[in-house]
T-cell receptor, first 109, second 112 residues
C-alpha cells in the first residue's frame, strides 16, 4: 500500500509549550495539503489546510508551514493543551488524497 | 459532530460473508470518500464519488465496491470477507471534489 507500516512516531509536550509535528510528503506535484486531528474513537477532524502556492498559513493556535523544496510540511500548535492530545495526520493531494502515517501527540499536564 | 452519518456503528461478521456500510454526507456536499483504517496500514483511501460518478480510486480491493446514489448517500459493499478486512471504515464528504473533507464517526468492522 501507499502507507508505511504503523509504529506511530510520538511526541510528548508539556502543557503550555509549543508543539511541532512534522510530515514528509511524497509527491512534488501535490497541490493541496491538509492536517487532521484524530481523537481516540473518533473520525479525523480537519485542522488547517494550505495550497502549494503558499508557504505559511495561520489559524487559531495553529500554523502550517510548507517547504516544497524538501517536500516537508509542519504543524505548529501554540500553547499546547491537554485537549490537543490526539493523533495528527498530514495529507497531500495530487490526484487523490494520501494520508501520512500519523504522529501521536501526548500533552503532559 | 461533522454532519456526516455512518451506519452501522459496529458490525461483527464471519469470514466469507458480505456486508454493506452506509454513509450520508453533509447536506449540500456532492463528494463522498471512503477510507479504511487498520492498525498496521494507517488511513488508506479507498474510493471517491462526486455527484454520483466515481472520481478517484485508491487501494480498493476487487472484493469491495461502492456507489453513490441520486440522493448522494453512498454505500460500500465488502464481500468474501477475510480476517484482514477487520478495520474502521470512514466515510467523508466535501462540498466539491477537491476541498475540505468532513469525516463521519466510522463503522468498526470485525471479521471473525
Amino acid at each position: 500500500g501507499e502507507s508505511v507500516g504503523l509504529h506511530l512516531p510520538t511526541l510528548s509536550v508539556q502543557e503550555g509549550d509549543n508543539s511541532i509535528i512534522n510530515c514528509a510528503y511524497s509527491n512534488s506535484a501535490s497541490d493541496y495539503f491538509i492536517w487532521y486531528k484524530q481523537e481516540s474513537g473518533k473520525g479525523p477532524q480537519f485542522i488547517i489546510d494550505i495550497r502549494s502556492n503558499m508557504d505559511k498559513r495561520q489559524g487559531q493556535r495553529v500554523t502550517v508551514l510548507l517547504n516544497k523544496t524538501v517536500k516537508h510540511l509542519s504543524l505548529q500548535i501554540a500553547a499546547t493543551q491537554p485537549g490537543d492530545s490526539a493523533v495528527y495526520f498530514c495529507a497531500e493531494r495530487y490526484d487523490k488524497v494520501i494520508f501520512g502515517p500519523g504522529t501521536s501527540l501526548s500533552v503532559i499536564p | 459532530d461533522s454532519g456526516v452519518t455512518q451506519t452501522p456503528k459496529h458490525l461483527i461478521t464471519a469470514t466469507g460473508q458480505r456486508v454493506t456500510l452506509r454513509c450520508s454526507p453533509r447536506s449540500g456536499d456532492l463528494s463522498v470518500y471512503w477510507y479504511q483504517q487498520s492498525l498496521d496500514q494507517g488511513l488508506q483511501f479507498l474510493i471517491q464519488y462526486y455527484n454520483g460518478e466515481e472520481r478517484a480510486k485508491g487501494n480498493i480491493l476487487e472484493r469491495f465496491s461502492a456507489q453513490q446514489f441520486p440522493d448522494l448517500h453512498s454505500e460500500l459493499n465488502l464481500s468474501s470477507l477475510e480476517l484482514g478486512d477487520s478495520a474502521l471504515y470512514f466515510c467523508a464528504s466535501s462540498e466539491e471534489w477537491d476541498n475540505e473533507q468532513f469525516f463521519g464517526p466510522g463503522t468498526r468492522l470485525t471479521v471473525l
